[in-house]
């Protein structure tokens, strides 16, 4: 049964009983962060817990305990005399409405005033050009387009959660974003799960920062909306939630320098040729005609990231650099054509939803053509042996920490931040694993070598990277077409380790 604001009952007459000011939140989702759903980012806080799982998504203990007061509370006797039951009933119902009206009130309040302190000063286009992280900026830049593209951007996003379908987003999305999103719509098909997203009100938007990424620039967006988010799944109704949303998100815009004057937002056509794009273009978002990859941020602004606004205001223990990454990536961003710190993250998160979508379906086959054949070894037992599946999976956060070259290779250190909540299905029916949505700090790493040039394809979109033929999962790692291993280190960032925090600081920073 849905759980409205009566099924949220015992929760809520603990709270009177007790006389303190908080309301819990409930597990609901929504289309953030190619799935921040609501008990990630902004609402799910928690404390820290030890643990590692050996490499990859593992089976041990802890991590992150996510920060759901639950719905665990109960009824319990109130132990009073006398009176009139019925006359309590009321009293107390009565309270009970009240008290979830302030609270709605307040955390709106609250959401308010956060969003206009974190962008007091909203930027204009002379500031922007003027600006010395936007020094591609020209004195005519369209800020009012950016935004509007922005709006529509938010729109057919949540539209596209509703329905499941990343068809209407695609040609603006990066590969690793709809990634993101693609897990997500393959866990809720398994588990019979829908989620639309009504009364959708987008309240303000504002440029919060303007960033400088080798040949790309990057815009920092926040988004104040509100809607009201409904989930049901058809194998537990238990697990059904309903409620009004009023939130902020930060959304990353990511386009190449020198790209003006296009519009992928409100046109059907290839940017570069004019010619139809396929309704459905998939992994792969490119032109059939003139083989142009829209989604490049080469003819448009494109969404390269959906952060909850603590991820986005956190001053992440995890995320700390390494000294000297400044300094390695302006040297990489020289060397190599194709380097920008977003779009690698952006293949990091790629290569991590591919491996989670490989544990929850048991198919290591799935990751097998961009990872090391070491890292295969380690991993593709666990992921045979992996039973559940996601009922939540969410990134938090993608950040470049590390960059080093080791024997003819250029190494890269990631931090993720994964949210999730583990589900089996026994009978035709869920059941829940984690009771609460939890949190695992993780560190990919990927490797390519030091001479390697831009490739004709990429490997997690299921092409070639040398010879750009398209690629199967299978267990096979030489290319049907040119014969070259898939996952060479010379064609394309290869995925060479993924283990816990624990494990990255014992192996790196020892004692």
Same mark, same amino acid.
């Given at each position: 049964?849905?759980?409205?604001?009566?099924?949220?009952?015992?929760?809520?007459?603990?709270?009177?009983?007790?006389?303190?000011?908080?309301?819990?939140?409930?597990?609901?989702?929504?289309?953030?962060?190619?799935?921040?759903?609501?008990?990630?980012?902004?609402?799910?806080?928690?404390?820290?817990?030890?643990?590692?799982?050996?490499?990859?998504?593992?089976?041990?203990?802890?991590? =992150?305990?996510?920060?759901?007061?639950?719905?665990?509370?109960? =009824?319990?006797?109130?132990?009073?005399?006398?009176?009139?039951?019925?006359?309590?009933?009321?009293?107390?119902?009565?309270?009970? =409405?009240?008290? =979830?009206?302030?609270?709605?009130?307040?955390?709106?309040?609250?959401?308010?005033? &956060?969003?206009?302190?974190?962008?007091?000063?909203?930027?204009?286009?002379?500031?922007?050009?003027?600006? #010395?992280?936007?020094?591609?900026?020209?004195?005519?830049?369209?800020?009012?387009?950016?935004?509007?593209?922005?709006?529509?951007?938010?729109?057919?996003?949540?539209?596209?959660?509703?329905?499941?379908?990343?068809?209407?987003?695609?040609?603006?999305?990066?590969?690793?974003?709809?990634?993101?999103?693609?897990?997500?719509?393959?866990?809720?098909?398994?588990?019979?799960?829908?989620?639309?997203?009504?009364?959708?009100?987008?309240?303000?938007?504002?440029?919060?920062?303007?960033?400088?990424?080798?040949?790309?620039?990057?815009?920092?967006?926040?988004?104040?909306?509100?809607?009201?988010?409904?989930?049901?799944?058809?194998?537990?109704?238990?697990?059904?939630?309903?409620?009004?949303?009023?939130?902020?998100?930060?959304?990353?815009?990511?386009?190449? &320098?020198?790209?003006?004057?296009?519009?992928?937002?409100?046109?059907?056509?290839?940017?570069?040729?004019?010619?139809?794009?396929?309704?459905?273009?998939?992994?792969?978002?490119?032109? &059939?005609?003139?083989?142009?990859?829209?989604?490049?941020?080469?003819?448009?602004?494109?969404?390269?990231?959906?952060?909850?606004?603590?991820?986005?205001?956190?001053?992440?223990?995890?995320?700390?650099?390494?000294?000297?990454?400044?300094?390695?990536?302006?040297?990489?961003?020289?060397?190599?054509?194709?380097?920008?710190?977003?779009?690698?993250?952006?293949?990091?998160?790629?290569?991590?939803?591919?491996?989670?979508?490989?544990?929850?379906?048991?198919?290591?086959?799935?990751? #097998?053509?961009?990872?090391?054949?070491?890292?295969?070894?380690?991993?593709?037992?666990?992921?045979?042996?992996?039973?559940?599946?996601?009922?939540?999976?969410?990134?938090?956060?993608?950040?470049?920490?590390?960059?080093?070259?080791?024997?003819?290779?250029?190494?890269?250190?990631?931090?993720?931040?994964?949210?999730?909540? &583990?589900?089996?299905?026994?009978?035709?029916?869920?059941?829940?694993?984690?009771?609460?949505?939890?949190?695992?700090?993780?560190?990919?790493?990927?490797?390519?070598?030091?001479?390697?040039?831009?490739?004709?394809?990429?490997?997690?979109?299921?092409?070639?990277?040398?010879?750009?033929?398209?690629?199967?999962?299978?267990?096979?790692?030489?290319?049907?077409?040119?014969?070259?291993?898939?996952?060479?280190?010379?064609?394309?960032?290869?995925?060479?380790?993924?283990?816990?925090?624990?494990?990255?600081?014992?192996?790196?920073?020892?004692?």
């Amino acid at each position: 049964m849905q759980k409205t604001l009566f099924s949220r009952f015992p929760a809520v007459v603990s709270i009177v009983l007790l006389g303190m000011p908080f309301f819990s939140e409930v597990l609901i989702a929504r289309a953030g962060g190619g799935g921040g759903s609501h008990g990630g980012g902004s609402h799910g806080g928690g404390s820290h817990g030890g643990g590692s799982h050996g490499g990859g998504f593992g089976h041990g203990a802890g991590g =992150y305990s996510g920060g759901y007061s639950g719905h665990g509370a109960y =009824y319990g006797n109130s132990g009073h005399s006398g009176g009139s039951p019925l006359l309590t009933i009321i009293v107390l119902v009565i309270s009970i =409405y009240v008290i =979830y009206r302030l609270v709605v009130y307040f955390r709106n309040s609250s959401n308010n005033r &956060r969003f206009n302190a974190a962008a007091t000063v909203q930027p204009t286009a002379g500031t922007i050009a003027e600006s #010395r992280e936007f020094p591609a900026a020209k004195s005519d830049f369209d800020l009012d387009g950016l935004l509007s593209k922005v709006r529509k951007a938010f729109i057919e996003v949540q539209t596209a959660w509703s329905e499941q379908n990343s068809d209407r987003m695609r040609r603006f999305i990066t590969d690793g974003v709809y990634q993101r999103f693609n897990t997500q719509f393959r866990m809720m098909s398994l588990l019979r799960q829908s989620n639309p997203l009504t009364n959708i009100r987008i309240l303000d938007v504002r440029v919060d920062s303007i960033e400088h990424d080798g040949m790309y620039d990057i815009a920092n967006v926040a988004i104040h909306a509100s809607m009201n988010d409904k989930f049901e799944c058809a194998l537990n109704h238990e697990l059904d939630e309903e409620g009004d949303n009023d939130f902020v998100e930060y959304w990353s815009f990511l386009r190449k &320098r020198g790209a003006e004057g296009k519009n992928i937002y409100d046109s059907p056509k290839c940017p570069n040729c004019g010619a139809p794009l396929s309704e459905n273009m998939g992994e792969l978002c490119k032109c &059939r005609y003139c083989n142009a990859m829209v989604n490049s941020g080469e003819f448009d602004w494109v969404l390269a990231e959906i952060t909850q606004e603590d991820d986005y205001r956190r001053e992440g223990r995890f995320t700390e650099k390494m000294a000297g990454l400044d300094e390695k990536v302006r040297e990489m961003v020289s060397t190599y054509g194709d380097f920008a710190v977003q779009l690698l993250e952006d293949k990091a998160s790629n290569a991590y939803m591919q491996i989670m979508m490989a544990y929850a379906t048991h198919d290591p086959s799935l990751m #097998r053509r961009f990872v090391t054949d070491a890292l295969f070894r380690q991993l593709a037992p666990q992921i045979e042996k992996h039973q559940e599946i996601f009922n939540r999976i969410f990134l938090n956060n993608v950040t470049l920490i590390g960059a080093e070259k080791i024997d003819n290779m250029n190494l890269l250190i990631f931090s993720l931040a994964c949210s999730y909540q &583990r589900a089996l299905i026994t009978n035709n029916s869920v059941k829940l694993v984690d009771p609460e949505i939890v949190m695992r700090e993780e560190v990919l790493m990927l490797n390519r070598d030091i001479g390697a040039g831009e490739g004709k394809g990429s490997i997690y979109q299921h092409n070639c990277p040398l010879c750009g033929g398209p690629v199967k999962d299978t267990l096979d790692i030489k290319c049907s077409f040119c014969g070259s291993p898939l996952n060479s280190t010379a064609n394309d960032w290869i995925v060479c380790a993924l283990m816990s925090r624990s494990d990255y600081m014992k192996e790196f920073y020892p004692g």
